[in-house]
């Protein structure tokens, strides 16, 4: 018997083979890799197939945000990100520098001596969604102030979805830092449900502003891990069934945390308004701490109306505000501000309108 054993093992090797797996657990694994490769299949064809159909029926705004932690608590866009928007009236160009300010070039902390500083904040409007950087109302600005002899910088702290009560933390934790002399805020329509969203500050029952939260980065981190992959980056700026599904999913959760917001925090619309009024008495207030001008850009709905709290405001007066509503009253009648088939910006006609505003408004704040 040992020498028989001895016998078989040399022949085979060593020591005898495995046993096979059984033939039902061998038909099952067969089985769950045909369905996954089935399902994959199943899953790249249809998406396919709503590529094309939206792509040759619903054509969407290819407008990717990309936007990360800015270290104090409110989102700021990449730094020196370099990406496209696309719609069907245009494709332009988003670049930052490396603070993720909308800028081709570097601004050092250290305001260069007879020179002018302003600082810009808003969201997708200030930042120039949709318009190349020379065409932001904030560069165009820079560009009349200059030519009419100041030693002007224009910095653009703008960022896409930004509130008030964003604005007003980035004015504190980096604008400041810039030295500026004129501050300037641009306010849009969705800035009081933003602000109500965010749950950053509250009104006391007393009227007082708090902070209420140290920050608000909604979805930052999820995305961040998105974008870290090259083909989600690809498919972001390229994919109009993408975009369709992203923009359809972010409208219906911003619409669900202001709604959630507004009732963990027992506001009524009345009570909404009056928080985003404070916001903007309180941006004045620290501007006025520091010796800074301040001012607020009113801009529109492209139906020229505007729900800007002007009756609830107690800091900010008629000086410090630029309505672009009497402003636009009459060119909107004959040519095109807004862009028609897209998010609803201003188009580079509109920034330059307002860019013309703010250098006839605050010309003689440069010039002192």
Same mark, same amino acid.
């Not at 500050?201 to 029952?205: E, K, W």
């Given at each position: 018997m040992t020498t028989l054993q001895s016998s078989t093992e040399s022949r085979t090797g060593g020591s005898a083979p495995s046993p096979r797996q059984p033939a039902w657990r061998r038909s099952r694994l067969r089985r769950l890799l045909f369905g996954a490769a089935g399902l994959a299949c199943a899953v790249l064809f249809s998406s396919g197939l709503g590529e094309v159909y939206f792509r040759l029926f619903l054509p969407q705004k290819l407008l990717p945000r990309y936007v990360t932690d800015s270290g104090f608590g409110v989102k700021v866009h990449w730094p020196n990100l370099v990406t496209h928007h696309?719609?069907?009236?245009?494709?332009?160009?988003?670049?930052?520098?490396?603070?993720? /300010? *909308?800028?081709?070039r570097e601004y050092p902390i250290e305001k260069p001596p007879g020179t002018v500083r302003i600082v810009g904040l808003g969201d997708s409007f200030t930042i120039g969604y949709e318009v190349e950087v020379e065409d932001c109302y904030l560069s165009r600005l820079e560009g009349l102030l200059r030519g009419g002899g100041s030693a002007v910088e224009v910095l653009n702290l703008g960022v896409s979805g930004f509130s008030t009560a964003e604005e007003l933390i980035m004015l504190r934790e980096r604008g400041f830092k810039f030295n500026p002399d004129i501050v300037v805020v641009g306010y849009f329509d969705n800035d009081i449900g933003d602000n109500t969203?965010? @749950?950053l +500050?509250? %009104? @006391?029952?007393d009227g007082n502003l708090v902070q209420r939260n140290a920050s608000y980065l909604p979805a930052v981190k999820a995305q961040d891990f998105l974008f870290s992959f090259a083909a989600y980056r690809f498919l972001a700026e390229n994919s109009h069934? %993408?975009? +369709?599904? *992203?923009e359809q999913a972010s409208e219906i959760v911003q619409k *669900? /945390? *202001?709604k959630k917001s507004a009732a963990v925090q027992s506001l009524t619309d009345d009570d909404e308004a009056k928080l985003t009024a404070a916001l903007l008495d309180e941006v004045k207030r620290a501007c006025d701490e520091r010796g800074v001008r301040f001012?607020? %850009?009113?801009?529109p709905s492209p139906d020229n109306t505007s729900n800007f709290p002007m009756a609830l405001l107690k800091n900010v007066g008629p000086a410090n505000i630029v309505d672009m509503r009497p402003v636009q009253a009459e060119p909107i009648k004959s040519q095109v501000l807004y862009w028609q088939k897209s998010d609803g910006h201003w188009n580079p006609v509109g920034h330059k309108l307002a860019a013309e505003e703010l250098a006839r408004r605050i010309g003689s704040d440069v010039s002192k």
């Open positions: 696309t719609t069907g009236e245009y494709r332009i160009s988003i670049r930052t520098n490396s603070l993720g /300010m *909308r800028a081709d969203r965010s @749950q +500050f509250a %009104l @006391q029952s069934l %993408l975009c +369709f599904v *992203r *669900r /945390m *202001r001012y607020v %850009l009113v801009i």
